[in-house]
């Protein structure tokens, strides 16, 4: 992930402040909406590093398989992100 999580709830908080007094959203319990756009944020911020792990695993399963045919690790390894950002429609 590119940011650090301490500044992930930063932005949740500044956010939830400044959509509360925008008066886009309301709610009774700013704590609970803070932390639920804090767990949006991370899930949506770690998902190209759950991307890179998955693609991590597919390529060790053909590891030998890109041994023997002598293919290039990181022309793989985006070929198989592109994959499956596509498959998940994910924004990166």
Known sequence: MLLSKEYVGY???????????????????????????HASMLEELTLEDRIN?????????YSEEMRKSGANYQEMFRKVKNELVRKYKAVL
Do not use: N, P, Y
């Open 11 to 37: 932005l949740a908080r500044e956010l939830t402040k400044k959509l509360l007094a925008g008066e886009f959203i309301e709610t009774k319990d700013a704590s609970a909406l803070t932390q639920k756009v």
């Open 53 to 61: 792990d998955e693609v991590r695993v597919i390529l060790e399963a």
